[in-house]
C-alpha cells in the first residue's frame, strides 16, 4: 500500500512538474474548461458592460452608415477598426439582433474552448524547445475567474481579437508565414492592441526573411486593413482613420487598474502619457540590443535579402510575447477586459524569467488578486505594477 502510494505522488509530482507528460495535463485542462463554462454560463448571472453598445453600432453599420464619428453606442463613439463590425454583424444576426444573450453566452463559451485549444497547441509546440512545469498551465484554467467572466459573462470584443491572434501565432510557429501575417493583421482590425505585438514580429521577420521580404509581409498586413476597411477609406477616410485607430484617447480614471496609486491629473496628464511612451521604447530597444539580437550582427538584421538565420518557434514567440508584456506593463490605463490581452503569456515569460515555480504561482494568484480587486486600489495597483517588474527584470 505504502509503495502503491509513493508511487502514485511520483507520478502526480512528474505529470506536474515536467514535460514529459505535458499532454495529458492539456486534455485534463480542456476537459475541466468544457465542464466548467457551461456551469458558469447556467449559474452565474450576465452582466451588461459593453454588449448593447456593440450591437447599437453594428446597427449603424448594417444600416448604412460609414461615417465613423455617426456610429455610436450607449458607452460612446465607435473605437474599434472594421473587423470588429464584421465580426459582430455576424453575431448579431446570430443573436436574433443583439437581443438574445443566452445565445451569445453559447457563442463565446465555444470561443473560450477554441481559444484555450490553440493556446495549449501553442504551448505544445514551445514544450519540445523549452522545458517548463506543466503546472502553470493548470493555473490558466484554476485562477482564470476574471478571464472566464471577460469571455462568457461580459462578451468584450478582446476575447475574439486575442483568439484571432493565437491563430495567426500558430500559423507562424508552423511556418505558414504570409497566413500567418494576415490573420494577425485580421487581429489588429479587430482590437488595436494587438499591434504590441508587433515589434516581436518585426524582429523575428527581419531575423528570418531580411529587409525585402518583411517589408513584402508588412505591406500584405497593410493590404488586409486596407480591404477590410475600404467601405469606410472610400467615403469617410479621415474619421474611419482618426477614430478606429486613436492612440491619443484618454481613458477613465474610475476604470483603471495599474495607475490608481497616482492622482487623475496625473493620469489624464499629456507629460504622463509621454512619459510611458518612452519608457516603453526605451525598454523595447534594450531588449533588441541586449536580449534579441545575442551573438547577431546589427548588419545580418538589415541585410537586404535572407541571411539564412533561422528563427526558431521558441524565438518568435519569445518576441512577440515580451514586446506585448512591455506594452502592457507601461500602459497608460489596463482596463479590466484588458487582461486577456497577456493572461495567456505569463506562464511561459515566467519560464523564460527563470523564475522559480513555487514564486511563479504565488505570483500567478497574486496577478489574479489585482485583476479582480474592484474599484482597484492604491495597494492592488502597486502590487500588480511590482508583480510586472519582477517579471520584467528577470527576463
Not at 32 to 49: D, G, H
Not at 85 to 93: A, T
Not at 361 to 381: K, R
Given at each position: 500500500?505504502?509503495?502503491?502510494?509513493?508511487s502514485?505522488?511520483?507520478?502526480?509530482?512528474?505529470?506536474?512538474f515536467?514535460?514529459?507528460?505535458?499532454?495529458?495535463?492539456?486534455?485534463?485542462?480542456?476537459?475541466?474548461?468544457?465542464?466548467?463554462?457551461?456551469?458558469?454560463v447556467?449559474?452565474?448571472?450576465y452582466?451588461?458592460?459593453?454588449?448593447?453598445?456593440?450591437m447599437?453600432?453594428?446597427?449603424?453599420?448594417?444600416?448604412?452608415?460609414?461615417?465613423y464619428s455617426?456610429?455610436?453606442?450607449?458607452?460612446?463613439?465607435?473605437?474599434?477598426?472594421?473587423?470588429?463590425?464584421?465580426?459582430?454583424?455576424i453575431?448579431?444576426?446570430?443573436?436574433?439582433?443583439?437581443?438574445d444573450?443566452?445565445?451569445?453566452?453559447?457563442?463565446?463559451?465555444?470561443?473560450?474552448?477554441?481559444?484555450?485549444?490553440?493556446?495549449?497547441?501553442?504551448?505544445?509546440?514551445l514544450s519540445?524547445?523549452?522545458?517548463?512545469?506543466?503546472?502553470?498551465?493548470?493555473?490558466?484554467?484554476?485562477?482564470?475567474?476574471?478571464?472566464?467572466?471577460?469571455?462568457?459573462?461580459?462578451?468584450?470584443?478582446d476575447t475574439?481579437?486575442?483568439?484571432?491572434?493565437?491563430?495567426?501565432?500558430?500559423?507562424?510557429?508552423?511556418?505558414?508565414?504570409?497566413?500567418?501575417?494576415?490573420?494577425?493583421s485580421?487581429?489588429?482590425?479587430?482590437?488595436?492592441?494587438?499591434?504590441l505585438y508587433?515589434?516581436?514580429?518585426?524582429?523575428?521577420l527581419?531575423?528570418?526573411?531580411?529587409i525585402?521580404?518583411?517589408?513584402?509581409?508588412?505591406?500584405?498586413?497593410?493590404?488586409?486593413?486596407?480591404?477590410i476597411?475600404?467601405?469606410?477609406?472610400?467615403?469617410?477616410?479621415?474619421?474611419?482613420l482618426?477614430?478606429?485607430f486613436?492612440?491619443?484617447?484618454?481613458f477613465?480614471y474610475?476604470w483603471?487598474?495599474n495607475w490608481?496609486?497616482?492622482p487623475?491629473?496625473v493620469?489624464?496628464?499629456?507629460?504622463?502619457?509621454?512619459?510611458?511612451?518612452?519608457?516603453?521604447?526605451?525598454?523595447?530597444?534594450?531588449?533588441?540590443?541586449?536580449?534579441?539580437?545575442?551573438?547577431?550582427?546589427?548588419?545580418?538584421?538589415?541585410?537586404?535579402s535572407?541571411?539564412g538565420?533561422?528563427?526558431?518557434?521558441?524565438e518568435?514567440?519569445?518576441?512577440?510575447?515580451?514586446?506585448?508584456?512591455?506594452?502592457?506593463?507601461?500602459?497608460?490605463?489596463?482596463h479590466?477586459?484588458?487582461?486577456?490581452w497577456?493572461?495567456?503569456?505569463?506562464?511561459i515569460?515566467?519560464?523564460?524569467?527563470?523564475i522559480n515555480?513555487?514564486?511563479?504561482?504565488?505570483?500567478?494568484?497574486?496577478?489574479?488578486?489585482?485583476?479582480?480587486v474592484?474599484?482597484?486600489t492604491?495597494?492592488?495597483?502597486?502590487?500588480?505594477?511590482?508583480?510586472?517588474?519582477i517579471?520584467?527584470s528577470n527576463?
Amino acid at each position: 500500500m505504502g509503495a502503491t502510494l509513493k508511487s502514485l505522488v511520483y507520478l502526480v509530482k512528474e505529470a506536474l512538474f515536467t514535460s514529459k507528460h505535458i499532454n495529458y495535463i492539456m486534455i485534463l485542462i480542456l476537459l475541466m474548461e468544457s465542464i466548467l463554462v457551461p456551469v458558469i454560463v447556467w449559474k452565474v448571472p450576465y452582466t451588461e458592460i459593453d454588449w448593447k453598445a456593440y450591437m447599437s453600432e453594428v446597427e449603424g453599420f448594417l444600416n448604412g452608415t460609414r461615417d465613423y464619428s455617426k456610429l455610436r453606442g450607449d458607452t460612446g463613439p465607435l473605437v474599434y477598426p472594421g473587423g470588429f463590425l464584421y465580426i459582430y454583424s455576424i453575431l448579431y444576426y446570430l443573436t436574433s439582433r443583439g437581443s438574445d444573450i443566452r445565445s451569445a453566452q453559447v457563442i463565446f463559451s465555444l470561443l473560450y474552448l477554441l481559444n484555450m485549444t490553440l493556446v495549449l497547441q501553442i504551448y505544445k509546440k514551445l514544450s519540445n524547445l523549452v522545458s517548463f512545469p506543466p503546472v502553470l498551465l493548470l493555473f490558466l484554467s484554476l485562477t482564470g475567474y476574471r478571464v472566464h467572466s471577460i469571455f462568457v459573462l461580459r462578451l468584450f470584443n478582446d476575447t475574439v481579437a486575442i483568439a484571432t491572434l493565437h491563430m495567426a501565432i500558430l500559423l507562424l510557429i508552423n511556418n505558414y508565414w504570409n497566413m500567418g501575417c494576415i490573420m494577425y493583421s485580421v487581429a489588429v482590425s479587430i482590437k488595436m492592441n494587438i499591434l504590441l505585438y508587433s515589434p516581436g514580429l518585426g524582429f523575428i521577420l527581419m531575423k528570418r526573411f531580411g529587409i525585402k521580404e518583411t517589408i513584402k509581409k508588412i505591406t500584405l498586413c497593410g493590404l488586409v486593413q486596407v480591404v477590410i476597411g475600404s467601405p469606410f477609406l472610400l467615403s469617410h477616410p479621415v474619421s474611419y482613420l482618426m477614430m478606429s485607430f486613436d492612440v491619443t484617447r484618454v481613458f477613465l480614471y474610475k476604470w483603471t487598474v495599474n495607475w490608481r496609486l497616482v492622482p487623475e491629473e496625473v493620469f489624464v496628464s499629456r507629460w504622463f502619457h509621454s512619459s510611458l511612451l518612452i519608457i516603453h521604447l526605451l525598454l523595447i530597444i534594450l531588449f533588441i540590443n541586449y536580449k534579441w539580437m545575442k551573438s547577431m550582427r546589427y548588419r545580418d538584421l538589415f541585410s537586404w535579402s535572407s541571411n539564412g538565420s533561422m528563427a526558431t518557434s521558441e524565438e518568435l514567440v519569445y518576441c512577440m510575447y515580451v514586446s506585448n508584456f512591455i506594452g502592457l506593463m507601461v500602459s497608460r490605463s489596463l482596463h479590466y477586459q484588458f487582461y486577456v490581452w497577456y493572461y495567456y503569456t505569463l506562464p511561459i515569460l515566467m519560464v523564460w524569467a527563470r523564475i522559480n515555480t513555487l514564486i511563479s504561482m504565488l505570483l500567478l494568484v497574486g496577478m489574479e488578486y489585482c485583476w479582480n480587486v474592484f474599484p482597484s486600489t492604491v495597494y492592488s495597483s502597486l502590487l500588480l505594477h511590482i508583480i510586472h517588474i519582477i517579471i520584467i527584470s528577470n527576463l
